[in-house]
T-cell receptor, first 112, second 111 residues
Framework: EAGVTQSPTHLIKTRGQQATLRCSPISGHTSVYWYQQALGLGLQFLLWYDEGEERNRGNFPPRFSGRQFPNYSSELNVNALELEDSALYLC???????????FGSGTRLTVV | EDQVTQSPEALRLQEGESSSLNCSYTVSGLRGLFWYRQDPGKGPEFLFTLYSAGEEKEKERLKATLTKKESFLHITAPKPEDSATYLCAVQARGGADGLTFGKGTHLIIQP
């Protein structure tokens, strides 16, 4: 069974640009979660999508947004990139009613 | 607000030297407490879920326990390949805020 896949693995952007990160959940999982892991900080909850709808978002500005497609894959968009957006962005998926998440390997975003 | 505090921040052990990692939490109704292992540059790997006080789970050299205020991850006779950052997370009933993670314990096992 394929795990959670994220692309790209690494992404380098210039301050002010936009970044798009992608995530494919485990087959059959309908929920996708996005987390930011900045150096020295713990995982911070960004967004939760389930059945194509945004269910909740963490304490991040509106320039962090995303969507979930009919096949349950998801996209995270970060607009007007700032240097402090440099981090490992992790996607996780879960099946409704099953506790716990399975994480992907992440996208390392570097803003220069 | 849900909070998770892990201690110590870093721990260096000799191969075979057993120890415990601590995870203290406050949550408005615990749905589950999770332990993950994270290797550098990779996503967290699921280890255990604990649901209620008194529960214990084991996997190879790892054993996780849960009380009403904290969880312990016991590592028995560790090997160098157990070196990683161990993350603790809680999920509140309702779970609308996702998992709340601690900052982790960075474990180094020296041969």
């Amino acid at each position: 069974e394929a795990g959670v896949t994220q692309s790209p693995t690494h992404l380098i952007k210039t301050r002010g640009q936009q970044a798009t990160l992608r995530c494919s959940p485990i087959s059959g999982h309908t929920s996708v979660y996005w987390y930011q892991q900045a150096l020295g900080l713990g995982l911070q909850f960004l967004l939760w999508y389930d059945e194509g709808e945004e269910r909740n978002r963490g304490n991040f500005p509106p320039r962090f947004s995303g969507r979930q497609f009919p096949n349950y894959s998801s996209e995270l968009n970060v607009n007007a990139l700032e240097l402090e957006d440099s981090a490992l962005y992790l996607c996780a998926s879960s099946d409704t009613g099953v506790y716990g998440y399975t994480f992907g390997s992440g996208t390392r975003l570097t803003v220069v | 607000e849900d909070q998770v505090t892990q201690s110590p921040e870093a721990l260096r052990l000799q191969e075979g030297e057993s120890s415990s990692l601590n995870c203290s939490y406050t949550v408005s109704g615990l749905r589950g407490l999770f332990w993950y292992r994270q290797d550098p540059g990779k996503g967290p790997e699921f280890l255990f879920t604990l649901y209620s006080a008194g529960e214990e789970k084991e996997k190879e050299r790892l054993k996780a326990t849960l009380t009403k205020k904290e969880s312990f991850l016991h590592i028995t006779a560790p090997k160098p390949e157990d070196s990683a950052t161990y993350l603790c997370a809680v999920q509140a009933r309702g779970g609308a805020d996702g998992l709340t993670f601690g900052k982790g314990t960075h474990l180094i096992i020296q041969p």
